[in-house]
């Protein structure tokens, strides 16, 4: 790159970093607001105008984490005093904690469903860019008969809408019992992603030259020694590439973990909106 040597060359260069200072910050605006309104009080999560100064608080990582109800009359001091500190958080809030008969706090159900997220969308992840990585290679190496009506084929998965086959996938689910599972889902997200996948990959793979195998089968490699240790080594940066973007689509996806799970396997984006308050929705739990 030449360097900026006139002053009018310095001074457009300064005005094209204060433009892309100026981008960056529009983008992240969302993502601040998002993060703030989870540590502000529950009446100022909706205020107009909106609140930017504010004390930050974690009573909406409390209330996420457990079971509450309203308060019908306030806690005595001393039920306040012996409660812990994070309990008055709820307290203060109008709020508290359900407790069993035992005294034990019941806590909710997001736990199990940030779980549940997080052994869906690795699984899906890992199986997806796994056979993609596979199927890939062999278009990017081999001549197959009919390659592009192949590819397209993969790719036109894409083009459909899930909702379109949502109630059909939950029918024939529910006949093989694999509703309300953890395998249900993962195999969904696969599906789904594996397109992508591959033809993701596949320019990944395209770009590697196919000198660097030849020499290694010259040298007594066989094919799949080959694969394993050079192609996937100089392909690392495009599969983890490939594997973000897989593992972002398997935890945000929402109609078919609506549809297809209740409990046992539900994730966290159908869980989410379920946390209301008393009477309307708290943005900061749900933030």
Not at 27 to 40: C, D, E, M, Q, V
Not at 183 to 199: D, E, M, Q, R
Not at 203 to 211: A, L, N, Q, R, V
Not at 265 to 281: E, N, Y
Request: proline letters at 6%.
């Amino acid at each position: 790159m030449a360097a900026v040597t006139t002053s009018t060359e310095r001074s457009l260069n300064k005005l094209a970093i204060v433009g892309v200072l100026i981008i960056t910050m529009i983008f992240l605006a969302p993502i601040y607001w998002i993060a703030s309104t989870a540590f502000k009080p529950r009446n100022l999560a909706t205020t107009i105008p909106p609140t930017v100064m504010f004390q930050p608080e974690i009573s909406p990582f409390v209330k996420l984490f457990t079971k509450r109800s309203q308060l019908r009359t306030a806690p005595t001091p001393e039920q306040y005093a012996a409660a812990p500190w994070w309990e008055r958080l709820v307290f203060d809030g109008g709020e508290k904690v359900v407790r069993s008969g035992r005294g034990e706090v019941q806590w909710s159900g997001y736990p199990s469903r940030f779980m549940n997220s997080l052994i869906v969308a690795i699984t899906s992840t890992v199986l997806a860019v796994g056979m993609g990585a596979f199927t890939a290679y062999g278009f990017s190496r081999f001549k197959i008969k009919g390659e592009q009506d192949l590819l397209f084929f993969i790719l036109s998965t894409r083009m459909l809408p899930p909702v379109v086959v949502a109630i059909p996938m939950f029918l024939m689910y529910r006949v093989v019992g694999l509703n309300d599972t953890h395998w249900g889902l993962i195999i969904l997200y696969t599906a789904f992603n594996l397109s992508f996948s591959v033809w993701l990959m596949k320019g990944f793979m395209d770009e590697i030259p196919k000198e660097y195998e030849e020499a290694a089968l010259v040298d007594g490699y066989t094919r799949m020694e080959a694969f394993f240790k050079i192609v996937l080594p100089e392909a690392a940066t495009g599969i983890a590439a490939t594997a973000v973007f897989c593992f972002i689509t398997a935890w945000n996806e929402y109609a078919f973990a609506l549809i297809m799970t209740n409990r046992r396997a539900q994730t966290a984006p159908p869980f989410i909106p379920s946390q209301v308050g008393s009477g309307l929705s708290d943005w900061t739990v749900i933030a």
